[in-house]
């Protein structure tokens, strides 16, 4: 036991508090087999840690000893409510004669990993998955989330509570999946982490064009998911996205305007971050047993070690895009092929397949396929063709920095023109 | 806990279906029933009538109908009461179902008071580690 003054030691609280709090709650939902149930337990065994520990010294194991504390303090709470409903009695009495395990470090990284599974389960919403993982494992409130997805309050609310009942009610377990049933759920967590992401990087709408905090807030999520589990799609994952944050300073321009890749200022894209991401996407892909994220986050790699879009090697990325089109045929992923075979074999060839892709009804109102159209045309001096898709996916663009990005691009043509 | 298990077909393609093949779906969803029976993991098993036969009621007028719930493609023809110890392992009962294209499976706990009863035996019970 040590001891402070009242001071240090909340201090201390807090600073156990950002470290440790997560870890547990993961425990806590564990022994209790509630959320909220464990939310307020966390809450009671901090609580009793600031008053305990100025008279008492700080425990030597300060996290068991919250984990104890809210075990206590939970048992307490559902004899207070058994006044008014027996089976919470029926369900202390079960907590009380619980030993609850060991607390090595290694049974808590398992729980962390569990919240995880448990939270990103498949069995919840999509928006959910992603409320509820932002809630429980990065301790965000519900009042950051809604703003972070530009939601209502109470709608993130009431998903969170939502997904919070059906895990009870529908008997979701809190477990890591074995290992048949691994890759499936897995890929689950992945598609949540990288929905966070995507919306922190790509905001979907309003004007600012990104969302920091989202986005930083997925790559810890990746690390974390990384020392928990070492698997190459998540170690793909997490270079992936630290290969797309690495250009983020050049993919503004002063007015907060995108850019797009050819002419984004490489000398500001974060050379720590690409060699970070490199590395990983690499491990993942000599391990053989790699998916989605980490062919995408090849392909990101090519493009950060490129001194300039004429530099890319552009044959290496169609082949990316090959072996990603067969792990996953999807329109956007041709789409973004038939660009890079243009920039590999001319405008020309790029524009067949963009065609094509439309006279097959593919992504007609994507205004990305329309922008794609209209910078082939524009390469290929056909102006009022090229104007024509500019307006097409200007109109298909919601208000914001996206739509006003193709007004210019519209405007630049129109003042060649004359 | 106790799941029950909505199994929706396409009557349309199950009247097409040729007569051999329907007694093999048939025998087929009748092993699965006999298998997890053996391990107590099913209660129950009924095939229903076809929707044609179904009458809904309702406390808005119309107050009758003819016809099922739900109007949609695919109908209730199949319900069995399952009893698993969690979501997962529920799921991965009704997964074993072999209906192929004919439909799905719609796994729903019972109302939560026979739920959290159900729980509170269970508990009270030597406690089983998982």
Same mark, same amino acid.
């Given at each position: 036991m040590r001891n402070g003054n009242d001071s240090t030691i909340a201090a201390r609280v807090a600073a156990l508090y950002r470290s440790d709090s997560r870890r547990v709650l993961a425990t806590l939902i564990r022994l209790l087999g509630d959320f909220d149930l464990a939310e307020e337990a966390l809450q009671d065994a901090f609580t009793a840690a600031l008053a305990q520990w100025p008279r008492q010294?700080?425990? @030597?194991n300060p996290r068991a000893w919250l984990v104890s504390a809210g075990r206590f303090k939970a048992i307490d709470r559902l004899r207070r409510r058994a006044r008014f409903d027996a089976s919470r009695e029926q369900l202390a009495q079960h907590l009380e004669m619980q030993r609850p395990e060991s607390d090595d470090d290694a049974s808590v990284e398992d729980d962390r990993l569990r919240l995880i599974f448990t939270c990103c389960?498949? @069995?919840?919403?999509a928006d959910a998955r992603a409320a509820l993982t932002l809630r429980e494992?990065?301790? %965000?409130t519900t009042e950051e989330i809604a703003r972070a997805f530009l939601t209502p309050t109470p709608t993130v609310a009431q998903r969170i509570v939502r997904a919070k009942n059906k895990i009870r009610d529908a008997g979701i377990p809190y477990r890591v999946p074995d290992a048949a049933e691994l890759a499936e759920r897995l890929e689950s967590v992945l598609q949540v982490i990288y929905l966070v992401f995507n919306e922190g990087y790509?905001? $979907? @709408?309003?004007? $600012? %064009?990104? &969302?920091?905090d989202l986005s930083a807030e997925a790559i810890r999520l990746g690390r974390l998911l990384l020392a928990l589990l070492p698997d190459p799609e998540v170690r793909g994952l997490l270079g992936l996205m630290l290969l797309i944050e690495a250009r983020r300073a050049a993919r503004l321009d002063a007015a907060g305007d995108p850019v797009l890749l050819e002419h984004q200022? &490489?000398? &500001?894209?974060d050379r720590a971050a690409i060699a970070e991401g490199c590395a990983l996407v690499e491990q993942a892909l000599g $391990?053989? &047993?790699?998916g989605v994220y980490s062919l995408q986050g090849a392909i990101a790699a090519v493009h950060a070690e490129a001194a300039s879009a004429e530099a890319t090697d552009w044959a290496q990325i169609v082949g990316l895009y090959d072996v990603l089109l067969r792990a996953q045929p999807s329109p956007v992923v041709a789409l973004n092929r038939a660009v890079a075979m243009a920039m590999r074999d001319g405008p020309q060839a790029g524009l067949a397949l963009i065609e094509a892709q439309l006279d097959a009804g593919? %992504?007609?109102?994507?205004?990305l396929i329309h922008a794609a159209r209209a910078d082939l045309y524009r390469r290929l001096a056909r102006p009022d063709q090229a104007r024509e898709s500019y307006r097409r996916a200007r109109d298909l663009s919601p208000e914001g920095a996206q739509k006003r990005f193709y007004e210019r691009r519209l405007e630049i043509l129109e003042s060649a023109v004359e | 806990m106790d799941y029950l298990c909505l199994i929706y077909l396409d009557e349309a393609r199950l009247a097409a279906l040729p007569r051999s093949e329907l007694e093999s779906l048939v025998s087929a969803i009748g092993v699965w029933e006999g298998r997890l029976r053996q391990h107590r993991q099913c209660l129950a098993l009924h095939r229903l009538g076809p929707s044609r036969l179904a009458t809904t009621v309702r406390? =808005? !007028? !119309? =107050?009758l109908h003819d016809g099922p719930c739900a109007g949609e493609r695919?109908?209730?023809s199949v319900v069995a009461l399952i009893r698993a110890p969690d979501l997962d392992q529920a799921l991965q009962l009704a997964a074993a179902l072999p209906l192929g294209a004919l439909g799905g499976v719609e796994v729903r706990p019972l109302a939560m008071e026979q739920t959290r009863q159900a729980c509170a035996t269970a508990m009270t019970a030597p406690s089983r580690r998982g």
């Open positions: 010294g700080e425990p @030597a389960h498949p @069995a919840l919403a494992i990065c301790d %965000l790509y905001a $979907s @709408a309003g004007e $600012s %064009l990104t &969302r920091t200022d &490489r000398g &500001r894209w $391990s053989g &047993r790699f593919e %992504l007609r109102d994507y205004p | 406390a =808005r !007028p !119309p =107050r695919e109908q209730l």
